[in-house]
């Protein structure tokens, strides 16, 4: 079946850092994919979404390019503030219904 | 315009005990989903409707029930809880087929004791 590993955390930075997480996955066809932040005590929002291969999303300061050839979905982003702090899920979009399919998950906290 | 609704908030239950999470939305959206929050396993789907009257079993299905009939609600039940179900639980919506954002409620904790 379809599978997301997606980088172990947590993870701490200082501000200003450089921000990548790691994102693989698994899938027949040819799946959308997605980050998802989530902030704490809150719902997950959409923070980037690519549907096809070389697709690059974007979002505040977030990027990630959809690699068919590596099979890899890589969240980055050039200088992280305090705000970014938040977990950060990777996730597929595959089958009839579309239903999404996440990573495990990453804690990112970043310090002032 | 409040999107996506979930109640309660929180919730204590003992075991055995039933109980139904609550979930509406304003978007009139097709397609609505339940999926629980546990650490270190991210989110994984429990039930899944695509309109209504139609529901399906998504990874998770043992021990809740769903039904939809009407688009904007989806409850999920608890038929008898147990600890195991000890999460948090989100739902879902998107717009329909060749939409592929989901919009994601505040989410349920629960709490089985």
């Known amino acids: 079946g379809d599978s997301v590993t997606q980088m172990e955390g947590p993870v701490t930075l200082s501000e200003e850092a450089f921000l990548t997480i790691n994102c693989t996955y698994t899938a027949t066809g040819y799946p959308s994919l997605f980050w998802y932040v989530q902030y704490p005590g809150e719902g997950l929002q959409l923070l980037l979404k690519a549907t096809k291969a070389d697709d690059k999303g974007s979002n505040k300061g977030f990027e990630a390019t959809y690699r068919k050839e590596t099979t890899s979905f890589h969240l980055e982003k050039g200088s992280v503030q305090v705000s970014d702090s938040a977990v950060y899920f990777c996730a597929l979009s595959a089958g009839s219904a579309r239903q999404l399919t996440f990573g495990s998950g990453t804690q990112l906290t970043v310090l002032p | 315009n409040a999107g996506v609704t979930q109640t309660p908030k929180f919730q204590v239950l003992k075991t055995g005990q039933s109980m139904t999470l609550q979930c509406a939305q304003d978007m009139n959206h097709e397609y609505m989903s339940w999926y629980r929050q546990d650490p270190g396993m991210g989110l994984r789907l429990i039930h899944y409707?695509?309109?209504?009257?139609?529901?399906d079993q998504g990874e998770v299905p043992n021990g809740y029930n769903v039904s939809r009939s009407t688009t904007e609600d989806f409850p999920l039940r608890l038929l008898s809880a147990a600890p195991s179900q000890t999460s948090v639980y989100f739902c879902?919506?998107?717009?329909?087929?060749?939409?592929?954002?989901?919009?994601f409620g505040p989410g349920t904790r629960l709490t089985v004791l």
């Open positions: 879902a919506t998107r717009a329909g087929t060749g939409y592929n954002e989901q919009f």
């Open positions: 409707s695509v309109g209504a009257g139609i529901t």
